[in-house]
């Protein structure tokens, strides 16, 4: 079955500086690949997916890029905001009929003023 | 708010017994899904429920079992539990599967106690 690494496990940056989190899968028909902000005390929340037919997506700060040959795929925040602190999991799945979804262990993301 | 309610928020119960956690997904919603996350094994995905109907599975324990209602609304249950079994329960929706809409929407989480 699919399997996703993600490093770092924590991140520290200073305010306004970029943070970076990458991500490797394992199964290669895996096609969608979302990522989550999760707030303490609150459920995930989707910020930003990439589908395995793009090679690079952008809502703002926030940027996600995809190397399908490498299996890995990674999330770019510029301009980093204390708000941005949370933990951020990537995930991949296989969009077939069902949508099952493998997350990454986690990244803790420390934004400092 | 991402529309999905789950119920209840927190729950303290005893090893051996049995609970009920609830779930309604955003309106429009027909697949709905359950994650399990403990600080040890991070967010692992336990089952989905697409129109009514188990759709896939993943590491669920043969002591919990879940359901989706006519109204859509979710239902995962836990028995003969175990210390372990503490952790954060969530839910998510999404549009459809097999659309191409593929964004999954997570409720706040039911939190569970079990001493």
């Known amino acids: 079955g699919e399997n996703v690494e993600q490093h770092p496990s924590t991140l520290s940056v200073q305010e306004g500086d970029s943070a970076v989190i990458k991500c490797t899968y394992s199964?290669?028909?895996?096609?969608?690949f979302p990522w989550y902000k999760q707030e303490l005390g609150k459920g995930p929340q989707l910020i930003i997916d990439?589908?395995?037919?793009?090679g690079e997506k952008k809502d703002q700060r926030i940027a996600v890029t995809l190397n399908k040959t490498a299996k890995h795929f990674s999330l770019h925040i510029t301009e980093t905001q204390p708000e941005d602190s949370a933990v951020y999991f990537c995930a991949a799945s296989y969009q077939t009929s069902y949508d099952k979804v493998i997350f990454g262990p986690g990244t803790s993301l420390s934004v400092i003023p | 708010d991402s529309g999905v309610t789950q119920t209840p928020k927190h729950l303290i119960t005893a090893t051996g017994q049995r609970v009920t956690l609830r779930c309604s997904p955003r309106?429009?919603?027909?697949?709905v899904y359950w994650y399990q996350q403990s600080l040890d094994q991070g967010l692992q995905f336990l089952i989905q429920y697409y129109n009514g109907e188990e759709r896939a599975k993943g590491n669920i324990l043969e002591r919990f079992s879940a359901q989706q209602f006519p109204d859509l609304h979710s239902e995962l249950n836990l028995s003969s539990l175990e210390l372990g079994d503490s952790a954060l329960y969530f839910c998510?929706?999404?549009?459809?599967?097999?659309?191409?809409?593929?964004?999954?929407?997570f409720g706040p989480g039911t939190r569970l106690t079990v001493t």
């Open positions: 998510a929706s999404s549009v459809d599967a097999g659309t191409g809409n593929y964004e999954q929407y």
């Open positions: 199964d290669s028909a895996s096609n969608y």
């Open positions: 309106s429009g919603d027909l697949s």
């Open positions: 990439i589908r395995s037919n793009v």
